[in-house]
């Protein structure tokens, strides 16, 4: 079945960078977009982007612009988020998603997800 | 860019109890683009409807979504113990290319 796993917890320093993975099974990575949603402690959801594992061409959210880099190993099956200048309020639940998929036909709508990867930003 | 607002914001319920919670967005969104998600502690979130009102694959029936332009409603007809949750919707807009969610409706047992 289709599967996301992602990497492990990450501790940082403000001002650092952080890289999370999350490895694709259960389907062919290339033929499907994988996208990035966040999570802070006790809030609601924030679309981060996404990668187009296919060609490496993406599309980030406004807010993310400069500071984050999506990008994907297909020899592995891998999607990689990279967040920059890492701020305290970057401390959050890092999930990646894949579109929905049903009968034949594929949606916007995001499922399955990672599990998610709590990165915490603390000096 | 669109925004989305849901209510309420906390929905206090018994089970056996119908949950009708609301989403209006800023500006008419495609019924294609509008979904809802449903969010527990400590795990991710689940896809419950897309496209407005289409179950997702493994959803109760007692989940339905409704809607149109605006105003968007997810309706669960009578709650079980595992509905208590948070409830996200969630559309995608084609110009910008952007995904927008909602803050959430947290549905709790009274």
């Known amino acids: 079945q289709v599967q996301l796993v992602q990497s492990g917890a990450e501790v940082k320093k403000p001002g650092a960078s952080v890289k999370v993975s999350c490895k694709a099974s259960g389907y062919t990575f290339t033929g499907y977009y994988m996208h990035w949603v966040r999570q802070a402690p006790g809030q609601g959801l924030e679309w981060m982007g996404w990668?187009?594992?296919?060609?490496?061409?993406?599309n980030y959210a406004q807010k993310f612009q400069g500071r984050v880099t999506m990008t994907r190993d297909t020899s592995i099956s891998t999607a990689y988020m990279e967040l920059s200048r890492l701020r305290s309020d970057d401390t959050a639940v890092y999930y990646c998603a894949r579109p929905y998929c049903s009968g034949g036909s594929c949606y916007v709508q995001l499922d399955p997800w990672g599990q998610g990867t709590l990165v915490t930003v603390s000096s | 860019e669109i925004v989305l607002t849901q209510s309420p914001g906390t929905l206090s319920l018994s089970p056996g109890e119908r949950a009708t919670l609301s989403c209006r967005a800023s500006?008419?969104?495609?019924?294609?683009?509008l979904a809802w998600y449903q969010q527990k502690p400590g795990q991710a979130p689940r896809l419950l409807i897309y496209g407005a009102s289409s179950r997702a694959t493994g959803i109760p029936d007692r989940f339905s979504g409704s809607g149109s332009g605006t105003d968007f409603t997810l309706t669960i007809s009578r709650l079980e113990p595992e509905d208590f949750a948070v409830y996200y919707c969630q559309q995608y807009g084609s110009s910008p290319r952007l995904f927008t969610f909602g803050p959430g409706t947290k549905v709790d047992i009274k």
């Open positions: 990668i187009n594992p296919n060609s490496g061409g993406t």
């Open positions: 500006q008419s969104v495609s019924s294609s683009y």
